[in-house]
């Protein structure tokens, strides 16, 4: 808690993982702590779910408008 306080009570940058480096009882995780708060063990099946939602949601209807989608460069840029 004081980590969070010292966020939103000071403003200042969270210094949890900090915290837990120099806590001798975290000192088992100590060597692992990087490891442990990679991103990427947190984002869940979202990875997934994200090219599910363009297979089935985006594509059909770009596929649908895709005459919309050929427009010609009237200047020769396209963006």
Do not use: C, T, Y
């Not at 000192?27 to 984002?43: N, Q, R, T, W, Y």
Request: glycine share 8%.
């Amino acid at each position: 808690m004081d980590a969070g306080a010292v966020v939103k009570g000071e403003g200042k940058a969270n210094d949890l993982m900090e915290r837990i480096a120099n806590d001798p009882i975290f000192a088992p995780v100590h060597g692992k702590l990087e490891s442990m708060i990679d991103p990427i063990l947190f984002v869940g099946r979202a990875p997934e779910q994200v090219d599910e939602f363009i297979a089935e949601e985006i594509s059909p209807i770009l596929e649908a408008n895709s005459d919309l989608l050929k427009v010609e460069s009237v200047d020769g840029v396209n963006v």
